[in-house]
């Protein structure tokens, strides 16, 4: 019998299963501890075929078992591995099956020193493998820009590096500041905003983002996933300016162009105002030479037609009288084929009166209304000889016809087994017969048969 079936025995409290004991465990567990961080080392790792995560979380005195699940630790990279220091987010549950303690994990990342460059390395690699470091998909940087925008800190030294050295060697560049935070954790929200802003003011043919040198974790907005997005998305040509020459950040991969600083960020964008001046002072002299070279020839030109030109006047004189002799020749020309068109046309309707549809209907009606007449005739003559025909087959069949022969006196007898009876001994005494006679048919029974044999004289069978 069933434990659980039997009857309580008065006076003992109620004993839980093993079940029902784990499943009220796991229910106060999960609704005690809605979501908790837990650190420490990673130990006891393995990724069955499943594509769940199962591992022990340890430090110097305990540990806990932990479970994580596809659909949580798809995303993580670099895969972690034996002795990482990760912190985990997830909720404290219980393994009925087994009793188990354990950590449902929902979120992994490293913990402790390197965390940060570990960070770096896994957006690197998941935007490496989407292809947003692509060459290809790079935009050529202007040569000579009209205008610039730069996203940075408007009181920071690389808004100060960028003016001094467009000032120094292009001034006419002009130059549009679009103010973000490049530090903090607000930072980054902060910068795609800036890069937003400058992509509706669409008066920037470049776009410099960046900001002076730091830590690494001062420069850690310019590694945020959305602000590698914004720069990806931009349509404008972006330089990405961070740091000092040393300093690398995911901003750098994504960009359009890498400068190593602020100010080689303005080097790159700006050409020398020297050698702009020195290349128009040559382009000058050199246009100014054409010029008057060209000068020269068209004069030259311009004698050598002088000289031929005619007085205009006899020119003139000559195209009225030209054009008189063809207007001549037109008018002849024009009277001569009208003539033509005109004979024809009087041929042409003589045709066509000759060939008039009305005159055919008219012989066409005369033909109809003959052969009327003689369809007639023919119709008539043939229902007169095939009355002939039928008269004469009439009185042929007549002559032959079994009923002229009754007609005479004679009769058909018949019985109900013999359609023509045609000898007397074919009957016997009392049959019953049937006689067709000229006009009309009688019924009768026989009394005696009398055989027609001479030699027997007339004798009753």
């Not at 006891?44 to 979380?57: D, K, V």
Request: hydrophobic residues 40%; proline residues 6%; glycine residues 6%.
């Amino acid at each position: 019998m069933d434990p659980r079936n039997m009857p309580a025995i008065p006076g003992q409290p109620r004993a839980l299963s093993v079940s029902e004991l784990n499943h009220q465990v796991r229910h106060l567990l999960e609704t005690s501890f809605m979501q908790a961080w837990v650190e420490g080392e990673l130990s006891s790792f393995s990724r069955p075929a499943s594509g769940h995560w199962y591992f022990t979380l340890k430090d110097a005195k305990c540990q806990v078992r932990c479970a994580m699940f596809k659909g949580f630790n798809q995303r993580i990279r670099p895969l972690p591995k034996e002795g990482d220091q990760v912190r985990i987010r997830g909720k404290v549950s219980l393994y009925e099956s087994r009793g188990d303690f354990q950590l449902i994990a929902e979120h992994m990342e490293p913990a402790g020193a390197g965390a940060l460059q570990q960070a770096f390395e896994a957006l690197k690699y998941k935007l490496q493998q989407e292809g947003l470091f692509e060459p290809a998909r790079k935009k050529p940087i202007p040569a000579l820009p009209r205008h610039i925008g730069v996203v940075t800190s408007p009181t920071g030294a690389a808004i100060h590096d960028i003016l001094t050295v467009l000032a120094r060697r292009f001034p006419a560049i002009g130059v549009t500041l679009y103010p973000t935070l490049v530090q903090g954790q607000s930072a980054a929200a902060d910068i795609v905003r800036a890069i937003q802003a400058a992509e509706r003011h669409n008066r920037a043919d470049v776009l410099i983002i960046g900001r002076g040198g730091g830590s690494l974790e001062d420069l850690w907005c310019f590694n945020d996933e959305a602000v590698a997005r914004a720069i990806a998305a931009c349509p404008l040509p972006t330089v990405s300016a961070v740091g000092h020459e040393v300093d690398f950040t995911i901003a750098d991969f994504v960009a359009d162009l890498r400068a190593p600083t602020p100010s080689a960020a303005a080097e790159k964008l700006s050409p020398d105002q020297r050698d702009w001046l020195r290349l128009l002072d040559s382009q000058q002299a050199r246009l100014l030479t054409a010029f008057h070279t060209q000068q020269r020839r068209l004069a030259t030109r311009l004698e050598h037609l002088a000289a031929r030109l005619r007085d205009p006047r006899r020119e003139l004189q000559d195209k009225a009288q030209r054009l008189d002799e063809l207007d001549l020749r037109l008018q002849a020309a024009m009277a001569r084929r009208l003539e033509r068109l005109q004979t024809r046309l009087a041929n042409a309707d003589g045709r066509l009166q000759s060939q008039s549809p009305a005159r055919h209907l008219v012989i066409a009606q005369q033909q109809v209304g003959q052969l009327a007449q003689r369809l007639q005739r023919a119709t008539q003559q043939t229902l007169a000889h095939k009355r002939e025909r039928l008269a004469h087959a009439g009185q042929a069949l007549h002559l032959v016809s079994p009923l002229s022969t009754l007609s005479r006196g004679y009769a058909i007898v018949s019985t109900p087994e013999q359609p023509v009876v045609r000898k007397a001994t074919e009957l016997a005494p009392g049959d019953a017969i049937s006689a067709r006679l000229g006009a009309g048919r009688v019924d009768a029974t026989v009394l005696r048969i009398h055989s027609d044999d001479p030699a027997s004289g007339d004798s009753v069978l």
